[in-house]
């Protein structure tokens, strides 16, 4: 298992010059593991994508949608912990 960010999840998700290393890096390691901040950084990039008219709203909108279906089961949390009081 690895823990992805944002930037590794866009590259599998958007086609790029740095998708065929997101690729490879699933094929090694096909369990992925994200924080749930990842969504609301994906959905900015796709934003920004649409305003600068480099993705359609409805491929934006499957490509949020495929991107959130194949995470569903692969986000966390990070526990509270008495460090950050």
Do not use: Q
Not at 8 to 24: G, N, P, Q
Not at 41 to 52: D, K, P, Q, Y
Not at 60 to 82: D, M, N
Request: hydrophobic share 45%; charged share 20%; net charge positive.
């Amino acid at each position: 298992m690895i823990v992805v960010d944002t930037n590794l999840i866009t590259y599998l998700f958007i086609e790029s010059a740095r998708t065929a290393e997101a690729e490879t890096v699933l094929r090694r390691d096909p369990i992925w593991a994200t924080p749930v901040l990842w969504r609301s950084e994906f959905r900015n990039t796709i934003a920004t994508l649409v305003r600068r008219n480099a993705l359609t709203l409805n491929a934006a909108l499957g490509i949020v949608a495929e991107a959130e279906g194949w995470l569903h089961s692969r986000e966390y949390t990070w526990p509270k912990t008495s460090a950050f009081r």
